[in-house]
């Protein structure tokens, strides 16, 4: 199996980074760039073009974009523009989304609603004029994309954690992404829970590749590393540690680490996550450290490691790490 590692960024940089981030990832050998769909961010779509135009081989796509800020015919038109600006290295990436209450979208039926708006979407990208009539959306017979595509069938990701996303992500898709993570228990874990979907569609549980990635923080200043992964983590702990069922933590923690947060007190809240913790919700560290912790996912059977915002101490100086020296760890 052939292992590939990315890098996953955050939607807030200013227009140029992307292009020299991403001319400087596929300098050092990096297989994937993803781009965050995050709530309040820029849309995905702006770094995603700009970087296809930087690069010529790595693949590029967005995790996750979602079918209830944005219809079915409109996520076909992105796919379909960043495959044509790619010269066909897109990706599809899908998921319910998260904290879509604070712009007043309710989410009823998500597997139903992201198992549709796959149907919707490559209908529309295969040409398939037939129409589809289905509980959330539908497409009238004779409606079709009024441009060329470079493919018909780019690869579906589903970002799921649970059973029942990863069982939707065992029958249709190519990969899922368990986002937030670097724990190795995790991945026998999906594996089985997408083993239910695959085979109920006659499918080889191995012909889903199971992606991990989660926030990153190299340097050769081991500790400053894992200080502000600390507090990057400390953010979203209360949302992954909840959906782990192989990780046992310490009585209160969550609590705490949240109400600190809220008070705005981060690094405050960081503070109080342990190392065990916090190596599987993070990567973190020196660069030796980082590869020893995604070497163990490789070990456990991953297809990709991502590597997450925000890399290091800068983005910059992350990046350069990753790939001067952690990719050579990983691929000796």
Same mark, same amino acid.
């Not at 849309?43 to 081989?57: G, S």
């Not at 590749?209 to 600390?230: M, P």
């Not at 991502?306 to 990753?322: A, I, N, Q, S």
């Given at each position: ?9 955050? *939607? ?19 297989? +994937? ?8 961010? !820029? @849309? ?8 296809? !135009?930087? %690069? ?14 944005? #219809? ?12 044509? #600006? ?8 899908? #998921? ?10 309710? !989410? ?9 708006? /796959? ?24 409606? #079709? ?8 069938? @780019? ?8 059973? !029942? ?18 724990? @190795? ?20 549980? *191995?012909?889903?590749?199971? +992606?991990?990635?989660?926030?990153? /923080? =190299?340097? %050769? ?5 894992? &200080?502000?992964?600390? %507090? ?8 992954? &540690? ?5 990780? +046992?933590? @310490? $009585?209160?923690? =969550? ?5 600190? /947060? ?21 990567? *973190? ?23 997450? %915002? ?9 990046? $350069? ?12």
């Amino acid at each position: 199996m052939t292992v590939e590692i990315g890098l996953g960024l955050q *939607s807030d940089k200013p227009a140029g980074a992307y292009a020299r981030l991403a001319r400087a990832a596929e300098a050092h050998g990096f297989d +994937v760039l993803t781009v965050f769909g995050d709530l309040m961010y !820029q @849309p995905p779509i702006f770094p995603l073009l700009e970087m296809a !135009q930087a %690069t010529e081989r790595v693949r590029l796509g967005a995790a996750c974009l979602n079918p209830y800020s944005m #219809a079915p015919y409109e996520i076909a038109g992105q796919i379909a523009a960043l495959d044509l #600006a790619s010269h066909g290295r897109a990706y599809l990436g899908l #998921a319910r989304g998260t904290w879509l209450g604070a712009v007043g979208l309710p !989410q009823p039926r998500p597997l139903t609603t992201i198992e549709e708006a /796959v149907q919707v979407v490559y209908r529309l990208l295969r040409g398939d004029r037939s129409g589809f009539t289905g509980r959330v959306f539908s497409l009238e017979a004779g409606t #079709a994309l009024r441009y060329d595509v470079q493919r018909p069938d @780019p690869p579906l990701l589903l970002g799921a954690w649970g059973p !029942q996303g990863a069982a939707l992500a065992g029958r249709i898709a190519d990969e899922i992404k368990v986002g937030g993570s670097a724990n @190795p228990d995790m991945v026998p874990v999906i594996r089985e829970r997408l083993r239910a979907g695959a085979e109920k569609a006659g499918r080889d549980v *191995s012909d889903v590749g199971i +992606v991990l990635g989660a926030v990153t /923080v =190299v340097d %050769t200043d081991g500790e400053a590393a894992r &200080a502000k992964a600390r %507090t990057e983590v400390a953010m979203y702990l209360a949302v992954v &540690a909840e959906l782990d069922p192989t990780v +046992v933590l @310490p $009585d209160d923690l =969550v609590k705490r680490v949240g109400e600190l /947060v809220d008070a705005g007190e981060d690094e405050a809240a960081g503070r109080l996550i342990p190392d065990d913790v916090l190596d599987r919700f993070a990567f *973190s560290g020196t660069p030796e450290q980082v590869a020893v912790q995604a070497q163990a996912l490789i070990d456990a059977g991953v297809r990709r490691v991502e590597f997450g %915002t925000p890399h290091g101490l800068t983005d910059e100086r992350g990046v $350069d790490l990753l790939g001067s020296a952690v990719l050579p760890l990983l691929r000796r």
